[in-house]
């Protein structure tokens, strides 16, 4: 088993930044390639990041391709999701992911474990 505890989400104005972490214990984190999910009120959800194994190969939905980065940390067995430039559309329950294995797909149906989530809520 994998635990997965979100944190960082709250309340930004349009073009404002926040930080989502997600802290993990269980199974050996460097064995999971680690992602962001979201879904927002009445929506599906929707992949948004995902980082590899060795953190050198990254992948990102085109709405927020250039705004959003991934990143992870071994040594701490956390990632994080640096979000910049926020847009009120970008309004959602993130949610933390590990697959395991090596595949960086965006199908939501591969991830192993979830977080619970955490709600960022951007006002235009």
């Known amino acids: 088993q994998v635990q997965l505890v979100e944190s960082g989400g709250g309340l930004v104005q349009a073009g404002g930044s926040l930080r989502l972490s997600c802290a993990t214990s269980?199974?050996?984190?460097?064995?999971?390639?680690m992602g962001w999910f979201r879904q927002a009120p009445g929506l599906e959800r929707q992949f948004v990041a995902v980082?590899?194994?060795?953190?050198?190969?990254?992948s990102y939905a085109d709405s927020v391709k250039g705004r959003f980065t991934i990143s992870r940390d071994d040594a701490k067995s956390t990632v994080s999701l640096q979000m910049n430039g926020l847009k009120a559309e970008d309004t959602a329950v993130y949610y933390c992911?590990?697959?395991?294995?090596?595949?960086?797909?965006?199908?939501?149906?591969?991830?192993?474990?979830w977080g619970k989530g955490t709600l960022v809520t951007v006002s235009s």
């Open positions: 269980g199974r050996t984190f460097s064995n999971y390639v």
């Open positions: 980082i590899s194994r060795s953190g050198g190969r990254t």
């Open positions: 992911a590990a697959r395991f294995g090596y595949s960086l797909s965006a199908d939501i149906s591969g991830v192993d474990y």
